[in-house]
């Protein structure tokens, strides 16, 4: 059995406001009215270090029940690293659900934004379950941020992976998926890291996703993440024969190695 989870070796608001000379009292309840500009932006709970020991860490071997789906939301393109630990927050002001560490796999971690309030972020986690999303205060220098023009597109049912950049296409090949009893998952994921193999000889390089099997509870004793790789023959060209991984030609994984650890993969 494939599999794509127990890795070897990686590689790696301004405001104008005039003031009167009014009251104490009379300014309160002139802001408390709604009649006083924008609203202070929400602060993220403190978390004390015995409580953030306690949360469950945000990475492939995890599970964060508490998280909200994936909104749908347009990407922004924009991708973030923790520099240091962050909290993951079950909404903008929220609860403390998870905690992002700064490495995946032994890849350092970059997640896609997909939405943005202030100095709050909204990314995808690389958790159970599939298409899990947080919130995360990236204010005081706590992420690195880069744009990230890239995306996959993966048509299950036609077998076709596209690579594209800025929206141009970049190559196109047919690809394998899981087999009907275990499907490669639907959703939008990202690449989570990069992994040189050295157990497997199936593929030199395996790209895991954020996604998970729906199907196995585990991979050749990993936690059941899904990935993309090559494989020794071309049999798995145009057919679902995997246990949910995604199967490339060898010049497409050549491609995709070049691709920056966050990008969005479009699985339809």
């Excluded at 927050?89 to 560490?101: E, N, R």
Aim: negative net charge; aromatic residues 6%.
């Amino acid at each position: 059995m494939e599999s794509c989870a127990n890795p070897s070796r990686s590689r790696k608001p301004g405001r104008n406001r005039a003031w009167f000379a009014v009251s104490a009292v009379a300014a309160l309840a002139f802001l408390t009215a709604g009649c006083g500009g924008d609203a202070p932006e929400a602060a993220p709970a403190a978390v004390s270090q015995e409580d953030l020991t306690a949360l469950p860490e945000a990475n492939t071997f995890g599970s964060v029940p508490e998280a909200a789906k994936d909104s749908g939301a347009q990407p922004t393109g924009k991708v973030i690293h923790p520099k240091e630990e962050l909290v993951v927050y079950s909404a903008v002001g929220g609860k403390a659900i998870a905690k992002l560490p700064t490495v995946q796999m032994g890849s350092p971690t970059w997640v896609p934004v997909i939405a943005e309030q202030g100095s709050w972020a909204e990314i995808l986690l690389p958790t159970r379950p599939n298409a899990a999303a947080g919130w995360v205060h990236v204010d005081g220098g706590k992420v690195e941020n880069a744009q990230n023009d890239y995306v996959i597109n993966v048509a299950r049912d036609a077998f076709s992976l596209e690579l594209l950049q800025s929206g141009k296409k970049l190559g196109k090949w047919t690809i394998g998926t899981g087999k009907p009893e275990y499907p490669t998952p639907l959703g939008r994921a990202y690449l989570l890291a990069s992994i040189e193999e050295t157990v497997n000889k199936y593929s030199p390089i395996v790209l895991p996703l954020s996604f998970h099997s729906d199907s196995h509870e585990t991979f050749g004793g990993g936690p059941g993440t899904v990935g993309i790789h090559t494989w020794p023959d071309e049999s798995f060209v145009g057919k679902a024969n995997s246990d949910g991984c995604i199967r490339v030609p060898k010049d497409a994984l050549e491609a995709l190695v070049k691709v920056p650890l966050g990008t969005i993969v479009n699985i339809t």
